[in-house]
């Protein structure tokens, strides 16, 4: 049985800091493509950062700077650093795993940015 587990969201202040780890089981996570997504009340979810099989990373231009992806084979996990927060991050923020045309999706979990 496949299960993504995001942890990490919060409230935190404009201009702040958190760190998102999803951590995955029941896959072999090296052979997947990692991203992470979010999803804001009243609009589609969007792509915000994804990390390849072969480490190689892609991110929304919303976030380009500000946010980093990283992955860790062994442990199974893909974390997204998120830096310099603004009011417009906030959104529920899902972890995706996909290979081969198919994937699967984590829970969500909320991150909420206040001035």
């Known amino acids: 049985q496949v299960q993504l587990v995001e942890s990490g969201g919060g409230l935190v202040q404009s201009g702040g800091s958190l760190r998102l780890s999803c951590l995955a089981s029941?896959?072999?996570?090296?052979?997947?493509?990692v991203g992470w997504y979010r999803q804001a009340p009243g609009k589609q979810r969007e792509l915000v950062a994804q990390?390849?099989?072969?480490?190689?990373?892609n991110y929304a231009d919303s976030v380009k700077g500000r946010f980093t992806i990283s992955r860790d084979n062994v442990k199974n996990t893909a974390d997204l650093q998120m830096n310099s927060l603004k009011i417009e991050d906030t959104a529920v923020y899902y972890c995706n795993v996909r290979r081969l045309g198919y994937g699967y999706w984590g829970q969500g979990t909320q991150v909420t940015v206040s001035s």
């Open positions: 029941g896959i072999i996570f090296s052979s997947y493509t």
């Open positions: 990390i390849f099989r072969d480490n190689s990373i």
